[in-house]
Structure formats: structure tokens, C-alpha cells
T-cell receptor
Framework: SQTIHQWPATLVQPVGSPLSLECTVE??????LYWYRQAAGRGLQLLFY??????ISSEVPQNLSASRPQDRQFILSSKKLLLSDSGFYLC?????????FGSGTRLTVV | AQKVTQAQTEISVVEKEDVTLDCVYE???????LFWYKQPPSGELVFLIR??????QNEISGRYSWNFQKSTSSFNFTITASQVVDSAVYFC??????????????FGKGITLSVRP
């Protein structure tokens, strides 16, 4: 069966520090992968999506970047975090049956 | 561009009441998919339903039912005899397909449902 792993679950980071959130998928190959962010009290906003290794599309200009070094690995990064980067980050993948979301990372930038 | 509007932001009901969550969408695609997700306080997204644009049949699953009407571009969700455990944020979402760039989900802003005992 397909599963998606996302870590860490919670993270508190100072302004200006780097960020690396990792997401891996099991039980499938060549999935479409996504990073969404949910700011406090707001809906989910698509940040990046990837249809294959090394293929990254950015939906909104921001302080973040994404990479897909392996077929089932999707990484969200920042060189210097801003206060506005705080939020709940969700990784997701999809196939013909639908979408599966990770359990999320709650990031607080202080 | 795709758009999902959930005009209701917060709804509060007393247990056992019926409640309908509204969703209106915009898309130029002829083939698309509509979704509802539940987000409990723990944060994870729980999949509730997927409906493709060619299937306008209403669906019922236990206390949950969905009314899809292409004529009004709406995909409304009704909870019958609500329970405290139904308290959560509910998202409606839209995608243009299952694969490739069209597969990305566009979410509404969500509706916070509070069910009081």
C-alpha cells in the first residue's frame, strides 16, 4: 500500500535560520508531488509541485524552494526563514485514485 | 484559472442538527474533479469524497451526503444529525485531472464547523 512520510511534526526555528522539510513516498513510482502551506486561520495554498525528478514548478513567489532529488523524495527548503514562513506545511502525492496527504509539519518562526 | 469559493467561514450548530456546507467552483476544464476534505484539530487532511465532472449523481455515505450540480457549479456537503466529532475545518477542492500539471488541487478557504453538545 502507498504511504507518505513527512517530518518533523513540529519545528520552532529562529528568524534567519535555514529550513529543510522532507517528504518521502512509499508504494508508488513517479508520483506527482506537492507542497502546500496553511497559514494560521487560512486555507491551503499550493507552493510547489513536481511531476518528475528534478522538475519543480513554483506557484507563488516566496522565500522557499523545493527539490526532488529522487523519484519519491520531495524537499522543501529555505536559506533564511522569515516570520511570515510560519504555518502548517503539508506534503501530498496523487495518482489515478486520488490524493494522499502527509501528517504535516507545524513550523513556527520566532 | 480555477477557483473554489466557500462563502461560509464559520458555522455553529447544536448536536443532532443537520448542516450544509456550500462550495462553488470555477473552471474552464470540461473534465475536472471535486473533493471534500476534513481537517480535525490535529491538522491532518482526511479525504471524504472525490467526484468527477461527468458524474452528477448525488452520493450518500452514512450521515454524509453530497449534492453536485453542474448547472450552478456547486458541490455542497450535508451532514445529517451532526455530532460533536464532526467539529473540524472542511475544505472543498478542485483539480483539472489526475496526472501532470492539471492534477494540482485548488482549495477553498475552508469552513470551520463547531458542533455543540
Amino acid at each position: 500500500s502507498q504511504t507518505i512520510h513527512q517530518w518533523p511534526a513540529t519545528l520552532v526555528q529562529p528568524v534567519g535560520s535555514p529550513l529543510s522539510l522532507e517528504c518521502t513516498v512509499e508504494g508508488t513510482s513517479n508520483p506527482n508531488l506537492y507542497w502546500y502551506r496553511q497559514a494560521a486561520g487560512r486555507g491551503l495554498q499550493l507552493l510547489f509541485y513536481s511531476v518528475g525528478i528534478g522538475q519543480i514548478s513554483s506557484e507563488v513567489p516566496q522565500n522557499l524552494s523545493a527539490s526532488r532529488p529522487q523519484d519519491r523524495q520531495f524537499i522543501l527548503s529555505s536559506k533564511k526563514l522569515l516570520l511570515s514562513d510560519s504555518g502548517f506545511y503539508l506534503c501530498a502525492w496523487n495518482d489515478w485514485d486520488g490524493y494522499t496527504f502527509g501528517s504535516g509539519t507545524r513550523l513556527t518562526v520566532v | 484559472a480555477q477557483k473554489v469559493t466557500q462563502a461560509q467561514t464559520e458555522i455553529s450548530v447544536v448536536e443532532k442538527e443537520d448542516v450544509t456546507l456550500d462550495c462553488v467552483y470555477e473552471t474552464r476544464d470540461t473534465t475536472y474533479y471535486l473533493f471534500w476534505y476534513k481537517q480535525p484539530p490535529s491538522g491532518e487532511l482526511v479525504f471524504l469524497i472525490r467526484r468527477n465532472s461527468f458524474d452528477e449523481q448525488n452520493e450518500i455515505s452514512g450521515r454524509y451526503s453530497w449534492n453536485f450540480q453542474k448547472s450552478t457549479s456547486s458541490f455542497n456537503f450535508t451532514i445529517t444529525a451532526s455530532q460533536v466529532v464532526d467539529s473540524a475545518v472542511y475544505f472543498c477542492a478542485l483539480s483539472g485531472g489526475n496526472t501532470g500539471a492539471n492534477s494540482k488541487l485548488t482549495f477553498g478557504k475552508g469552513i470551520t464547523l463547531s458542533v455543540r453538545p
